[in-house]
């Protein structure tokens, strides 16, 4: 009896393990950073010939400000590193974006790709570079990006007076209650909703379609519409059909999806480079580059308005390895960006096969016309080619073809460098096998999906952003389809219906997660 007792509280157990190493693979990013992070208030302590300036300059402004207490965020993350995952998704969806006003052109603007979503623009390495360096905002009108969100107490007057003529005035008290009840700065809450809405408002926190999102959760898409679209199913798909059910449940968005998963400053919600819960890099809260610099001068235009810039703040400011020796320079908006580091297009008809070492495993694949960054360029061919390194737009790396090998023919070349048109590179083809065989390492492969406009385009089931991998963020799309949070377009829907019954459920994305797993090895 007592055997069978052992046997089954080892069999729970063991169910309870696989269930916290399932969640911990399906809602981590996909790519693991080993990276120690730390934080640390001994401003003296900074090694001013490891991280250059930044010594100076908050103990200019203690001096300056001595109600205000300084942190550093130790991130062990190289600055080159940083900049080359921030400066991805090109052509498809940036991570970083600026909008094309007349401040904001020339080297403002990314070289490389032909991003647009209404007057939003993909933005240059050195717009990132310059917004990211916290050197050019350590002083008294930017700093506020970096202060600490988390609070204790508010003054509803305070409050008051920062709504006064906004659109949400008269709504104070959800606010206060819903800061007080997560222990999150309100002034914070308030310049989040103003950066989001405006002072007056928009569409999506009119109530005219019913519902509210003033926070715009969920407003992901390729035009205006398809982001107020989304934002509305998201608000539907949760009950908030009035303004108040609205803050409250995007202040609880906030607490527990970013503020107290670490990402408690503006700076780090914006750049993800804190890495005590969602891993690194993508869990941003919003594209605009300039969001975090923005919503801090509203926080201190708060704090000014009621005669509390010297209370006392306190501010968490990241380092990073190897950064420039002086802090980096503001783009010209009057002079054109230039490509900096190796870009280079997927030149292969079918795309390229990316190993784990030259003429390696497969380990997935890179599409054709794909935008990606070449980090090692070979030297010398293994198996008559050479084998360029290369990271994608979401941070995987591999191993890719960079030419045809020496048996074959025809010369092409399959990394084609930004700028080059290919004109002499011979005909695209089949690079390395692509996709054309419809295999991959023992998967359904590919399938071709034929459009209204008889164009017929392939996709392969489970990777539902197409991104040539099927990991977690795959399994993410799904279930934000299912939730209502996101619509996927046909392609994507194609992807997700791994069943093939014709319907996105609940079956799919355990079919998704368990070929993660290992459990399956094709659908």
């Not at 052509?91 to 647009?116: L, V």
């Not at 303004?243 to 609880?252: D, M, S, V, Y």
């Not at 190796?342 to 694949?365: E, H, T």
């Not at 590919?446 to 489970?462: A, K, V």
Request: aromatic share 10%.
């Amino acid at each position: 009896m007592k055997k069978v007792k052992i046997i089954k509280f080892l069999s729970i157990v063991l169910i309870l393990t696989i269930l916290a190493y399932s969640l911990l693979v399906l809602f981590s990013n996909h790519k693991t950073y080993a990276v120690s992070q730390w934080i640390s208030s001994d401003i003296d302590g900074i090694d001013e010939s490891l991280y250059p300036g930044f010594k100076e300059k908050i103990k200019s402004l203690q001096a300056q400000y001595p109600n205000w207490t300084f942190k550093v965020l130790y991130t062990d993350l190289n600055w080159s590193d940083v900049i080359a995952n921030e400066y991805v998704g090109h052509n498809s969806g940036p991570r970083n974006m600026i909008q094309a006003t007349t401040n904001y052109q020339g080297q403002w603007i990314c070289p490389i790709c032909s991003y647009t979503n209404s007057s939003w623009r993909c933005a240059s390495q050195a717009a990132i570079e310059y917004m990211m360096d916290p050197r050019n905002s350590l002083n008294s009108s930017d700093i506020f990006q970096f202060e600490e969100l988390t609070i204790n107490g508010c003054d509803i007057n305070a409050i008051n007076s920062m709504i006064n003529g906004t659109f949400l005035q008269g709504h104070a008290s959800e606010i206060a209650n819903s800061a007080n009840a997560t222990q999150i700065n309100p002034y914070y809450i308030i310049a989040r909703l103003i950066q989001e809405q405006g002072r007056n408002g928009s569409a999506t926190s009119s109530g005219a379609s019913g519902y509210y999102n003033p926070f715009n959760i969920g407003a992901t898409g390729n035009s205006d519409a398809e982001e107020i679209e989304n934002a509305i199913n998201y608000a539907r798909n949760h009950g908030w059909d009035t303004l108040e059910k609205a803050i409250t449940g995007g202040i609880n968005f906030l607490a527990n999806g970013y503020i107290k998963q670490g990402q408690n400053t503006l700076y780090l919600q914006k750049f993800d480079v804190e890495n005590s819960y969602n891993g690194l890099y993508w869990h941003q809260y919003m594209q605009n580059l300039m969001a975090a610099q923005n919503e801090g001068t509203t926080l201190r235009n708060t704090y000014s308005s009621i005669n509390s810039i010297s209370s006392s703040h306190t501010f968490i400011i990241p380092l990073y390895k190897n950064m420039p020796s002086t802090a980096c320079s503001r783009p010209d908006g009057s002079a054109n960006a230039t490509v900096s580091g190796d870009i280079v297009k997927i030149n292969a008809n079918g795309g390229l096969n990316m190993r784990n070492a030259p003429n390696g495993s497969v380990i997935g694949a890179v599409s054709s016309g794909e935008i990606v960054t070449r980090i090692e360029k070979a030297t010398s061919k293994v198996a008559g080619t050479y084998w360029d390194k290369i990271r994608r737009s979401n941070g995987e790396e591999g191993y890719v073809a960079r030419e045809t090998y020496d048996y074959e023919a025809e010369y092409k070349l399959y990394l084609l460098p930004l700028g080059d048109d290919g004109s002499n590179t011979g005909d695209i083809g089949n690079a390395d096998g692509g996709n054309s065989d419809n295999t991959d390492n023992g998967n359904s492969g590919s399938t071709d999906n034929t459009g209204e406009n008889g164009n017929t385009t392939t996709y392969r089931l489970g990777d539902v952003n197409n991104d040539g991998n099927i990991t977690a963020s795959d399994y993410v799309l799904i279930k934000n389809h299912i939730m209502g949070t996101m619509t996927l377009d046909n392609i994507a829907r194609s992807a997700a219906d791994v069943n093939k019954d014709g319907n996105i459920s609940a079956s799919d994305y355990v079919l998704v997660k368990n070929y993660i797993m290992g459990v399956i090895t094709s659908f």
